[in-house]
């Protein structure tokens, strides 16, 4: 929990105790307040919690170990498209609009022998 969320939390706390009168019906418009206040913030911990578990099942879903030859016959295959060479099979698109890709170039790599790998697989 962030400092600020702490003492926010720290500080409702503190007001709640430092009143010992009891609770009467005249504090049960105060306590259906804090019941959706705590209600709500559970359901948004909640939907966090979930979207991280997406985010890691995505995450982990799209790793896949690639052999080191694997990059280095990708890396082979780019550079002959980077080249002009026809024959490789690849068509390499600039991105960001600045006609270059080589800060991409280890994603590419592995994109590509991925895609490799699965060639092999289906032949």
């Known amino acids: 929990m962030g400092d600020s969320k702490k003492d926010a939390v720290d500080s409702l706390l503190e007001f709640i105790l430092a009143d010992d009168t009891p609770v009467g019906p005249e504090d049960a418009e105060s306590l259906l307040l804090l019941q959706k206040a705590t209600d709500d913030a559970e359901a948004r911990l909640a939907k966090a919690r979930l979207q991280r578990a997406r985010e890691g099942v995505f995450a982990a879903s799209m790793k896949q170990s690639v052999a080191p030859q694997g990059i280095e ?11 002009g060479d026809l024959t490789a099979g690849l068509t390499l698109a600039a991105r960001f609009g600045d006609g270059s890709m080589d800060g991409d170039l280890d994603a590419i790599l592995e ?13």
């Open 111 to 123: 994109d590509l022998a991925e895609l490799e790998a699965d060639d092999d697989e289906e032949n």
């Open 73 to 83: 016959n990708a890396r082979k295959l780019y550079d002959r498209a980077k080249a």
